[in-house]
């Protein structure tokens, strides 16, 4: 068992190519780590390079306490599921399976044993004499998956696994390879361009964005308190709206205006505008931190706005609203027992609490998130859907 | 789906492709025939599908003649070449593959030029050569020269054969627990065998069918089957002689049509199917 460390560890690809600048990371050991990024971000690099098979061209790689930057493959003691499969077309699938084992010299009835566990886990105990081109997509990447799986290895390296697979098949294959990890003890990184795959899977996530890590932490971390516009935009789903806006003092009180509307910031944020000193801002609310306006007095600091509806998705529990505030076009979650139609005008509450302002330019660095005294956001859906019934 | 094509063009499709295929093949037909005939009913004329069928030719030409002798020699040529030269050829062709550096693209230029060369220009620089520290006449200057010959264009075929297998093969094979050695020999080889075959078909013909530099290096019993052809040809207009070089011929061929056949099936077949998405 063995975490792993990087240390300004940058990768140029011989064409002069810069796929990572400098990364710094530290996975404790036995941890369940996700990258999470859009297509060509670095991930599988980042991969490839904790498994030797790409060369670091400057910085520092340990996996456990050792130094791996010189050390072959073979010897760090990892499997990894390619996210191309990679399969060897001349091999059976159980010879594909058993490859790895029998090259550490496994013995036979070990080896025998493993094999038909991991098959059977993988569900494809009757493919075990078919060769990969007899293969659907989605069998071969489970051919993949049970190559590295039947392994003990330090790390376990994960390349978009379930990419190929149908959607049931591709939640059962989450839980058993949660229940793996949680059987093996081992330290698994697990990469995935899709962030639902990443919330569900990992207890810790790495989001990355052209090789630079945006933000290290726990799924509810990077939804609550996201460091930039990039990771509030990537994690959630569907993604927070973001509103270009200026702030205005009225009368003590501190305003977001964004052209289309004007809504009072609560005092804690008020604050962390009032200390950055800036006047523009991006202004970023979540679909599900908003709702149809009520008479009641909402438990958390509201903003009314008034918008006309554009489209409606239903999708029974609730429905996907998009909606226009003056020109401004946004997203909202709301409850589907509320009777709507597009071109309806409608007025919702924003919860405040759960807004979130970021630096108009540069990086769009965070300067004010979700409250960290808010309601959950269980909690608020819960009380919700209380209150309405 | 195409549209099938029309009954008259089908028509005309094939009887211009039989015509064809008749012409090509009519002289190596003619060829066969005659050389199981004596002189009068090979060269009779008007000629004759039909006549008796005899294998003195063969018999004069193998055993009085001893051209067994010169069979075994370019036997031993072809094969000494093909091993020499495909080994190389994957060894480097494998290497250029994976090679990222800049040095892998002026190598493969180098090689090209050589391939360019007209064979006679090496015949002209290895002679002398060969001929001051006495080497020539023998086995292996044929192969060093042969090889020599051969190998920029079986590394260029083996290199692009190469590159059509996906690096994350080799990448899986050592996360897997192989070294370099391991990864070539158990993963990329055991699937780069079309690719081998193909190039070592071209090999093969290439030291198989080499007259002018074997017929200028080896001489005596040393000559190889090509090179002893000739002389059937050139030595005098008697009608026997040339009928014995009518059977040396026939006999030539008959390997490479089955040799041909024999691998013509692994020759198309797709190196990596199944090893990645797709
Ligand atoms: N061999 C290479 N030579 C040059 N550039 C490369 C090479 N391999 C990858 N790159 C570049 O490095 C960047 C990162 O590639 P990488 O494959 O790590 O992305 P990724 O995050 O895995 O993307 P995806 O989700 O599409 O798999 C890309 O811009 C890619 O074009
Ligand atoms: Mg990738």
């Known amino acids: 068992m063995a975490g792993i460390k990087m240390v300004n560890v940058k990768k140029q690809y011989p064409n002069g190519f810069v796929a990572i600048e400098s990364m710094n990371l530290d996975i404790p050991d036995k941890e369940f780590v996700v990258l999470v990024g859009p297509s060509g971000c670095a991930k599988s690099t980042a991969l490839k390079m904790i498994a030797g098979l790409e060369e670091i061209t400057a910085g520092e790689m340990y996996i456990g306490d050792r130094l791996v930057n010189d050390v072959p493959p073979k010897d760090r003691e990892i499997a990894m599921v390619f996210q191309s499969y990679a399969l060897y077309p001349h091999m059976t699938i159980y010879d594909n399976i058993a490859f790895g084992l029998k090259m550490r010299k496994t013995p036979k009835e070990e080896i025998d044993k493993l094999v038909k566990e991991a098959s059977e886990i993988l569900g494809m105990a009757d493919l075990l004499d078919r060769k990969p081109r007899q293969l659907s997509g989605g069998q071969r990447q489970r051919v993949a998956l049970g190559r590295?799986?039947?392994?003990?290895?330090?790390?376990?390296l994960f390349d978009e696994p379930l990419s190929n697979l149908d959607a049931k098949l591709r939640v059962k294959m989450r839980t058993e390879l949660k229940q793996l990890h949680q059987r093996l003890q081992t330290t698994v990184i697990y990469v995935t361009h899709d962030q639902v795959e990443a919330m569900t899977m990992g207890s810790t996530i790495v989001v990355l964005k052209l090789g630079q890590i945006q933000q290290v932490g726990s799924p509810l971390e990077l939804y609550s308190f996201p460091a930039n516009r990039f990771v509030a935009g990537f994690i959630g789903s569907p993604s927070m709206n973001f509103l270009d806006c200026t702030i205005a003092e009225e009368n003590g009180a501190t305003y977001v205006d964004t052209g289309a509307f004007k809504v009072e910031l609560p005092a804690d944020k008020a604050a962390k505008v009032r200390e950055h000193g800036g006047r523009e801002f991006i202004f970023g609310i979540r679909p599900e931190d908003m709702r149809k306006r009520r008479e009641k007095q909402e438990n958390y600091s509201e903003a009314h706005v008034h918008a006309r509806i554009n489209v409606i998705e239903p999708l029974g529990k609730e429905m996907y609203v998009n909606m226009t505030a003056d020109g401004l076009d946004f997203m909202g979650i709301i409850n589907a027992r509320f009777q709507l139609a597009p071109?309806?005008?409608?007025?919702?509450?924003?919860?405040?609490?759960?807004?979130?302002?970021?630096?108009?330019?540069?990086d769009n660095r965070s300067v004010a998130h979700t409250a960290k005294n808010a309601t959950s956001l269980e909690d608020a859906r819960l009380a919700e859907s209380v209150d309405d019934d | 789906m195409l549209k099938q094509m029309p009954t008259s063009l089908k028509m005309a499709n094939r009887t211009f492709l039989f015509f064809w295929v008749f012409l090509a093949a009519f002289?190596?037909?003619?060829?066969?025939?005659?050389s199981f005939r004596s002189p009068v009913d090979a060269f009779s004329f008007p000629p004759k599908l039909f006549a008796p069928v005899t294998l003195e030719h063969f018999y004069t030409v193998w055993i009085v003649d001893g051209f067994w002798r010169q069979a075994l020699n370019t036997t031993v040529i072809t094969l000494g070449t093909l091993t020499v030269s495909l080994t190389?050829?994957?060894?480097?062709?494998?290497?250029?593959?994976?090679y990222r550096?800049?040095?892998?693209f002026w190598i493969l230029i180098i090689a090209l030029v050589f391939r360019a060369m007209p064979h006679v220009v090496m015949l002209v620089a290895y002679k002398p050569a060969f001929?001051?520290?006495?080497?020539?006449n023998r086995y292996e200057t044929l192969i060093i020269v042969l090889v020599a010959i051969n190998q920029p264009f079986t590394i260029w075929m083996l290199r692009s054969f190469f590159v059509n297998i996906p690096e994350e093969l080799d990448q899986a094979a050592l996360v897997d627990g192989c070294n370099r050695v391991q990864t070539f020999v158990k993963v990329i080889m055991p699937v780069m065998w079309p690719g081998v075959i193909t190039t070592g078909l071209f090999s093969f013909l290439l030291a198989y069918n080499d007259f002018l530099i074997s017929s200028q290096l080896m001489s005596g019993d040393h000559m190889t089957m090509t090179a002893a052809l000739s002389n059937y040809i050139f030595s005098d207009d008697s009608l026997a002689k040339l009928m014995h070089g009518v059977a040396g011929a026939v006999s030539i061929t008959i390997p490479l049509i089955f040799l041909v056949l024999f691998f013509q099936k692994y020759i198309v077949s797709g190196l990596t199917h199944g090893a990645v998405k797709g």
């Open chain 1, 148 to 156: 590295a799986i039947v392994r003990h290895p330090q790390v376990f």
């Open chain 1, 343 to 362: 071109q309806e005008d409608i007025e919702l509450t924003f919860n405040m609490d759960r807004a979130h302002l970021f630096e108009k330019d540069g």
């Open chain 2, 27 to 34: 002289p190596f037909f003619w060829m066969f025939l005659i």
């Open chain 2, 88 to 98: 190389i050829g994957c060894l480097a062709g494998y290497g250029l593959s994976r």
């Open chain 2, 101 to 104: 550096g800049s040095m892998g």
């Open chain 2, 131 to 136: 001929w001051a520290m006495g080497i020539w």
